[in-house]
Each structure stands twice: as C-alpha cells, then as structure tokens.
C-alpha cells in the first residue's frame, strides 16, 4: 500500500555549519571587537551572547544569513526570551525544532481525516504516515498539508509505492 512519512527535522550538518560560519564571522567583524559576543552549539541548542539586546539580534541575523545560505528553514528556529548573565552581558537560548510535537501531529491528522481523501493519517513516534490506495490521494494529501500547514517546516520522506 502506497504510503509516506511527514517530518519535521533540520539538516543538522548544515545547521553546524552556519553556527560555524557565523562564528567565524563574529570574530573578524569591526564592530564585535572587544565585546563578548559569540555563538555556540550544544546538541540542538544554540546558544547566542552579546553585551546587550541589540547585540544579540545582530548576531541572530547573522545567523539567520548563514542558514538561508545553507538552505536551512529559519522557521526550525525556537527563539527563547533573552537572559540576564553576570555584570552586563546577555545570552539567548535557540532550540532547533526536529520531530512532530503530538499537538501539531494530532492537527495534521484531525486535517487528513476532514479533507475526504481516501488516505490514513498514523501518529509514528515524531513522524506522521499517511498510507492511501493511490498515489494520486497520496500527493493530494501532501498538497493539502503544504497549503494548509504552511507555518510548520514540514517536509516528506519515505514514500513508497
């Protein structure tokens, strides 16, 4: 039976990448000398520090660059609200989105089963597969989620015949 798993998950090599790039750009940028802003990735957090807020968004578009660069969706991007550090410097906690949280999983489902199309919708883990008799529902149904979802960086993978 015809059928293909919906996922929400970051190329992370790229996203190492741009956190790299925009690291190396922070360190030769004129206006970053002698201040304490920076950048770091730990397994899917990244975190941004300045001296103050105006600093942490410069270096946050700095990194929104480089992940479009890289093709990388900026809407994987989880902006936390900034904090307070010791003395006067601030920091930023960005959480990359990977999987399907149940909410938007039982959304995606609940929008399968009202379309009418003759397809399936399973929660698997952080994955939504959807199976149907033909390919043509099938590709309906991923239509039906771009237009519909279009918020979410969702994207499709696993599909079979």
Known sequence: MPSFDTVLEADFVEVKNAVDNTAKEIGTRFDFKGTS??????????????????????????????????????????????QKMGGDKVKQTVKIKNGIEAELAKKLQKLIKESKLKVQAAIQGDAVRVTGAKRDDLQAAMALIRKDLADHPLSFNNFRD
């Open 37 to 82: 802003a920076g950048i770091e990735l730990k397994d899917k957090e990244i975190t941004l520090f300045g001296d103050a807020d105006f600093q942490l968004q410069q270096v946050e578009d700095i990194l929104r660059n480089k992940l479009t660069k890289r093709n990388v969706d900026v809407r994987f991007m989880d902006m936390q609200p900034s």
